[in-house]
């Protein structure tokens, strides 16, 4: 249908994003009245923390309603580079930092700010599913480099440097990771480091947006080793570890170049980001930390809550990720198998099974880059997650 309609071919060959695409579908089925359990967005169930909410309401008061500079209220950039040094060790100025409306929008202005047309970016994979089409969007070549549940969804140094080209611009990646909750070592970010210092036309682009809810304990940014330190660019937001998905946030932290970049695509696309939002920001970065922490908590406990569950579901191949708040889990033991009615061919058959006959939402691996997986988001209550668990087995058991 909408091949026949008068659009570009930019957006006729963008495909829709899968989780929001699957949390349309969640909506449609309760709406008939069906008690959808939905664990497919990536979404923080906890409200944002009661102090930013009034920080933003103090910022109306105080007559935050206007523009603000494209790249954010000079208060914001300061306090993202005090957070920038405190958490991360890394040492920015404020003209290297751009404020976005979320960090979509961000990862969004370096892929245009890069990309040229055919020019080649590297995406790890499981990535998150707007990587693919931003990077398509703004004219490049996505190249996929997998790594499996058997390799815990981290491809290798080894795996990386054989997909480098000479026209490879930019590298992607999360850590934590959306949607496998993979986190690299401080050593594997290292030899990373050290392979891709070698390669000089490559960016790193790092998406630390799941940076607070991490369980290994220490957040490692690949920027603070030097040899890739002067080519990353460091992508982060209020979305997850600040509950405030609606805020609409984020932010960089790379060279100057690319940062008055993204300011100038930006000043020509959105302007600034929302102006008492940005003043609530800067008070939820240099203020207590202990909500986020204590969310980051809840869901360490929701992990082992979910893993427990599914281990005990005959075919479910299930990791222990090590942040953010999904469970990425193989799937593949199910593929031709049949309720009677319903065959189970790939990931996207199981995640509809689930959802038409469970009525849980979830997101099939292969928006992500892995069609044997599926991705279960926890971010939901106890009761939810064993209420879903325990319906998710009951339909997978009629399954042979
Ligand atoms: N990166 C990753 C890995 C994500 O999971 C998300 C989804 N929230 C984003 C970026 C985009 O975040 P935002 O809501 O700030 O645009
Ligand atoms: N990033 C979240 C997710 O992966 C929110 C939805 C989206 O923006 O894709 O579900």
């Known amino acids: 249908m909408l091949s026949t309609l008068p659009l570009s071919r930019r957006v006729l060959e963008m495909e829709e994003s899968s989780t929001l695409l699957m949390a349309k579908l969640a909506r449609n089925i309760a709406a008939q009245g069906h008690k959808v359990i939905s ?16 920080a933003a309401k103090e910022a109306l008061d105080q007559g935050y309603t206007k523009y603000t500079p494209v790249s954010g209220l000079p208060a914001l950039r300061e306090a993202i580079c005090t957070k920038f040094k405190r958490d991360n060790g890394l040492e920015f100025t404020t003209n290297q930092i751009v404020v976005s409306n979320g960090a ?6 370096i892929c245009l700010a890069l990309l040229d047309e055919g020019d080649e970016a590297i995406i790890l994979a499981p990535y998150w599913v707007s990587y693919f089409e931003i990077v398509k969007f703004a004219g490049g070549v996505p190249v996929v480099v997998h790594a499996g549940i058997d390799q815990d969804y981290k491809p290798s140094v080894a795996q990386i440097e054989a997909a480098i080209t000479d026209r ?7 850590s934590p990771c959306n949607p496998t909750g993979s986190v690299f070592t401080a050593d594997e970010l290292s030899a990373m480091a050290q392979m891709l210092g070698r390669h000089e036309q490559v960016h790193i682009v790092s998406d630390e947006i799941y940076e607070y809810i991490n369980f290994t304990g220490k957040h490692v940014s690949i920027g603070t080793f030097d040899a890739v330190k002067d080519r990353t660019i460091t992508v982060n937001g209020f979305a997850k570890g600040f509950a405030m998905t609606g805020w609409r946030l984020g932010y960089i932290g790379g060279p100057e170049w690319l940062a008055q970049a993204c300011d100038k695509i930006q000043g020509q696309v959105t302007s600034g980001a929302t102006s008492f939002g940005q003043k ?3 008070h939820a970065l240099l203020s207590d930390m202990t909500p986020t922490w204590k969310m980051r908590d809840a869901f360490l406990h929701r992990r082992d809550l979910v893993i427990g569950l599914l281990e005990q579901i005959p075919g479910m191949k299930v990791n222990r990720p090590q942040g953010a708040f ?6 593949s033991n199910y593929f031709g198998l049949s309720d009677g009615q319903t065959t189970i061919n790939n990931a996207d058959d ?3 099974y689930l959802l038409e006959k469970a009525y849980v939402a979830t997101v099939a691996g292969t928006g992500f880059g892995d069609s044997n997986c599926l991705r279960i988001s926890y971010a939901a209550s106890e009761e939810q997650l064993r209420e879903a668990i325990g319906r998710i087995a009951e339909v997978v058991s009629k399954l042979s």
Do not use: R, V
């Open 39 to 54: 664990l497919s967005l990536g979404e923080p169930d906890f409200d944002t923390p009661e102090h930013i909410k009034t």
């Open 350 to 352: 199981f995640s509809m």
């Open 168 to 174: 490879t611009k930019l590298i992607i990646f999360s």
């Open 326 to 331: 999904y469970i990425f889990p193989d799937i």
């Open 104 to 109: 979509k929008q961000s990862i969004a202005n």
């Open 280 to 282: 609530a920001a800067a």
